[in-house]
């Protein structure tokens, strides 16, 4: 079964410092990668999701970015961080696209 | 759009007292139903899948139910550390992209 590896576990960056977070999975090939963000007390709100090496699909405007430079690798950057990108991020992966998710044990940013 | 929703949102229960929660969904096809167990501060851990109505999946003191419309979570003679909170999803499409569509979560605390 997959593990995914996700980290750091928790961050504090200031407004307008550069992100960057990783998360590698292991396990399985060619898997489907997500990054979500979930609000306190809401559900999972979907970012970036992935099919292949360098292919990235975005949901919603934003002041992050992705990239998947190798199959079981994903990132997730800004360039300058705002207040409103605080939250805890998950990373996900799953086989298919109609298939389970699994999930890292997510990071929690805090931009101050 | 795909839509799911989540009920109670809050559900205290004490140790030993059986209860159930809702999760109804609106798909155009369902491709499976997804439930997962969420602890403060921690990733989607996942519990089952669901493909068609009148599926039933156990785990323990849990067991998950199918309906054409909603799935129910049934949690019996629960006990404190099944306290978390239980997310359900459903594969869809949001947007552009196939995606899994969450509910907001059910927060369950079992009382000792």
């Known amino acids: 079964s997959q593990t995914i590896h996700q980290w750091p576990a928790t961050l504090v960056q200031p407004v307008g410092s550069p992100l960057s977070l990783e998360c590698t999975v292991e396990?399985?090939?060619?898997?489907?990668l997500y990054w979500y963000r979930q609000a306190a007390g809401r559900g999972l709100q979907l970012l970036f999701y992935?099919?292949?090496?360098?292919?990235i699909s975005s949901e919603v405007p934003q002041n992050l970015s992705a990239s998947r430079p190798q199959d079981r690798q994903f990132i997730l950057s800004s360039k300058k961080l705002l207040l409103s990108d605080s939250g805890f991020y998950l990373c996900?992966?799953?086989?298919?696209?109609?298939?389970?998710?699994?999930f890292g044990q997510g990071t929690r940013l805090t931009v101050v | 759009e795909d839509q799911v929703t989540q009920s109670p949102e809050a559900l205290r229960l004490q140790e030993g007292e059986s209860s159930s929660l809702n999760c109804s969904y609106t798909?155009?096809?369902?491709?499976?139903l997804f439930w997962y167990r969420q602890d403060p501060g921690k990733g989607p851990e996942f519990l089952f899948t669901?493909?068609?109505a009148g599926e039933e999946k156990e785990k323990e003191r849990l067991k998950a139910t199918l309906t054409k419309k909603e799935s129910f979570l049934h949690i019996t003679a629960p006990k404190p550390e099944d306290s978390a909170t239980y997310l359900c999803?459903?594969?869809?499409?949001?947007?552009?992209?196939?995606?899994?569509?969450f509910g907001s979560g059910t927060q369950l605390t079992v009382l000792p």
């Open positions: 996900a992966c799953a086989t298919g696209l109609d298939t389970e998710a699994f």
């Open positions: 396990g399985t090939s060619n898997p489907n």
């Open positions: 992935s099919v292949g090496i360098g292919q």
């Open positions: 798909v155009s096809g369902l491709r499976g």
């Open positions: 669901l493909y068609s």
């Open positions: 999803a459903v594969p869809g499409i949001s947007g552009s992209a196939r995606q899994l569509t």
